[in-house]
């Protein structure tokens, strides 16, 4: 069985920083691609992350380069998204995603709230 389970999510001040988790099992972990996603309420789920199956690239949505940054560690097969200088708009549930030419998995999200 295939499971994505997020993690790491809460209430931040606007400024602050999160570190997202995504543990991965019931599949090759370091044979696919790791993106993170996020959707606000109301709108459409939005590429933010990915990083390569060996690490050897990452890119980013310009709405967050800079701000965050995607690793994983296949050993443990996970996922991270660090967050920094973190704005209201960042507010949305943050899923975990992992892909190859065959096969697209999601987590169950967590939601993510920046806010004084």
């Known amino acids: 069985q295939v499971t994505l389970v997020e993690s790491g999510g809460g209430l931040v001040q606007p400024g602050g920083s999160l570190r997202l988790s995504c543990v991965a099992s019931g599949f090759v972990f370091s044979m696919y691609n790791m993106r993170w996603y996020r959707q606000a309420p109301g709108k459409e789920r939005e590429f933010i992350a990915q990083?390569?199956?060996?690490?050897?690239?990452?890119n980013y949505a310009d709405s967050v380069k800079g701000r965050f940054t995607i690793s994983r560690d296949n050993a443990k097969n996970t996922v991270y998204l660090q967050m920094n200088s973190l704005k209201p708009e960042d507010t949305a549930v943050y899923y975990c995603n992992a892909r190859n030419a065959l096969y697209v998995y999601w987590g169950q999200g967590t939601q993510v709230t920046v806010s004084s």
């Open positions: 990083i390569t199956n060996l690490s050897r690239s990452t």
